[in-house]
């Protein structure tokens, strides 16, 4: 090997050195500094009792009596959701998936305005359904603590507080994952640690914070922070 060819490949992998040693160091902090075991708690009675706090701090009956909710997440996909019907109607770029949450085979495909049908269809249903299971959880996931397929569990936490473990058994798009709820004095949500098959790191914290009530009297959140990254969710309304 020529010395011109030996040196293009020490240039390169000075360049793969120069952008990935920075990440994994970055990542080796974050690893030690946040990695967690996920903590066992107790089920049963107390469990559910908290969870049932959280709900009243959020008011819970104007949630289930909200029939529509739309909302913008990170400003690129937006939905409008009929909780009634199950149906949610999903927009980014220039596709429109209207997804039967009961029945995805029933959903229906616009690009551009124009129905598809193709195989290119089916792909978007699945690519709307995992963005609607991801993007709705960050808007209403205090209100899915008693869904079916969950656990609930009370652990306590620093400074002998009550926090609510809760494991997703089965369904979304990434069941097994567990979310423990950190509450303020009210049972009200202000954050919660995750333990997702996504996230290369155990029990990151996100917040759940800046609140807004809808015209029906739910409560949602308008924006998260997890770590350096801001998570904004705009343009929510619901109604009855």
């Known amino acids: 090997m020529n010395k011109k060819?030996?040196?293009?490949?020490?240039?390169?992998?000075?360049?793969?050195?120069?952008?990935?040693?920075?990440?994994?160091?970055?990542?080796?902090?974050?690893?030690?500094?946040?990695?967690?075991?996920?903590?066992e708690g107790i089920s049963g009675k107390e469990?559910?009792?908290?969870?049932?706090?959280?709900?009243?701090?959020?008011?819970?009956?104007?949630?289930?009596?909200?029939?529509?909710?739309?909302?913008?997440?990170?400003?690129?996909r937006h939905y409008e959701l009929d909780k009634e019907r199950n149906i949610c109607k999903v927009f980014w770029k220039g596709n429109k998936v209207?997804?039967?949450?009961?029945?995805?085979?029933?959903?229906?495909?616009?690009?551009?305005?124009?129905?598809?049908?193709?195989?290119?269809?089916?792909?978007?249903?699945?690519?709307?359904?995992?963005?609607y299971n991801n993007d709705s959880f960050w808007l209403l996931a205090p209100y899915k603590v008693f869904d079916q397929g969950t656990t609930r569990q009370l652990v306590k936490i620093?400074?002998?507080?009550?926090?609510?473990?809760?494991?997703?058994?089965?369904?979304?798009?990434?069941?097994?994952?567990?979310?423990?709820?950190i509450l303020d004095e009210k049972h009200k949500p202000i954050a919660f640690r995750m333990w997702t098959s996504i996230l290369p790191i155990d029990g990151i914290e996100a917040s759940w914070s800046n609140w807004t009530t809808t015209d029906s009297g739910a409560q949602l959140p308008t924006f998260h922070k997890l770590f350096f990254i801001g998570l904004e969710i705009t343009d929510i309304k619901g109604t009855e």
Not at 50 to 62: E, H, K, P, S, T
Not at 114 to 124: G, I, Q, V
Not at 158 to 181: F, I
Request: with cysteine; aromatic share 14%; net charge positive.
């Open 5 to 39: 060819y030996k040196k293009i490949l020490k240039i390169c992998a000075g360049v793969i050195v120069f952008f990935t040693l920075p990440s994994l160091l970055l990542f080796g902090f974050l690893y030690f500094k946040y990695n967690q075991e996920l903590p």
């Open 47 to 76: 469990a559910d009792a908290l969870a049932v706090q959280m709900l009243d701090a959020l008011n819970y009956d104007a949630y289930k009596n909200t029939k529509h909710i739309s909302w913008t997440f990170k400003k690129r």
């Open 98 to 131: 209207i997804l039967d949450l009961t029945h995805t085979g029933n959903s229906k495909v616009y690009i551009h305005g124009f129905k598809n049908e193709s195989a290119l269809a089916d792909e978007l249903i699945s690519k709307a359904l995992n963005y």
């Open 158 to 181: 620093a400074g002998n507080k009550d926090a609510l473990l809760v494991t997703y058994t089965s369904g979304g798009s990434t069941p097994g994952d567990s979310y423990l709820w």
